[in-house]
């Protein structure tokens, strides 16, 4: 599975933005995709992931803000990203779970930036 992420930039805080990722290779649909990001001198952090089932789960920090869907037909997934702060500023990335393995494949990151 290949994995391109798309989307970020530079945002004022309080805005938005939407984070793209188109896989290829093969299907993506058995497989739970999510996204991560990492801050500078901080660890990769999982923020959002969707099951097959299209249910999302989000990380305390970003939940109500964040949406994360995906398109079964187009084999991508995406992240709606609004009320933005700045410490949302990271790189991100969409990552994917096949199982039974583990999140074994990644896209190359996307920077978000976003303004005080």
Do not use: H
Request: charged share 15%; aromatic share 8%; with cysteine.
């Amino acid at each position: 599975v290949q994995l391109q992420a798309s989307g970020g930039g530079l945002v004022q805080a309080g805005g938005s933005l939407r984070l793209s990722c188109a896989a290829s290779g093969r299907t993506v649909s058995s497989a739970a995709m999510g996204w991560f990001r990492q801050a500078p001198g901080k660890g990769r952090q999982l923020v959002a992931s969707i099951g097959r089932s299209g249910r999302g789960s989000y990380d305390d920090s970003v939940k109500g803000r964040f949406t994360i869907s995906r398109d079964n037909a187009k084999n991508t997934t995406a992240l709606q990203m609004n009320s933005l702060k700045p410490e949302d500023t990271a790189v991100y990335y969409c990552a994917a779970r096949v199982p039974p393995g583990g999140w074994d494949y990644w896209g190359q990151g996307t920077l978000v930036t976003v303004s005080s």
